[in-house]
């Protein structure tokens, strides 16, 4: 199985501070066949289903504002958010979706200083 | 829009059976795979398993392989989530969602396993 090591565990902010996530995984996730990343990141509020963000590495989804940022490749991986708004404060999970059985990272809090 | 729609969820005892199903609506439903995916009340997410579009293949996680069954019904745009043999560790919130990249989540059902 592939395990995803996501840092830090919490982390404290102020709005308008950049705030970065890490996510590092045991295998590449990298494709050989397409040169894609097969990496997400979510975001998950109290008493809420968690929200897909960015999915292969770098590809923002749709509606979601272009302070997220993805990037990396092969097997470590960084999620930033620039200009952090009150509204961002939630949990973040990256996940694996290159091989079954996926796998997420821990969660990162993200909390207002 | 697409929704989905978790229930099933209750209190069951350990070594005790436990059904969930998932109506979808807001998508061709026989089109897609479909996922389950827990979260424990540490809050860490796990993935269940999925299944195909026709239900004929079917993937689970190891920690619940040979408990858990994976089945869906097009007729009625429904996945379902047999539970067997449950142990406290799966007391979890169970969601269903649609892949590739579980762009949409239900609101999840509650399972706990408890005597």
Known sequence: ???????????????GEMVTINCKSSQSLLSSGNQKNYLAWYQQKPGQSPKLLIYYASTRQSGVPDRFIGSGSGTDFTL????????DLADYYCLQHYSSPYTFGAGTKLELK | EVQLVESGGSLVQPGGSLKLSCVASGFTFSNYWMDWVRQTPGKSLEWIGEINTDGSKTNYAPSIKDRFTISRDNAKSTLYLQMSNVKSDDTAIYYCTRPRWFAYWGQGTLVTVSS
């Open chain 1, 1 to 15: 199985d592939i395990v995803m090591t996501q840092s830090p565990f919490s982390l404290a902010v102020s709005e």
């Open chain 1, 80 to 87: 930033t958010i620039s200009d952090v708004q009150a509204e």
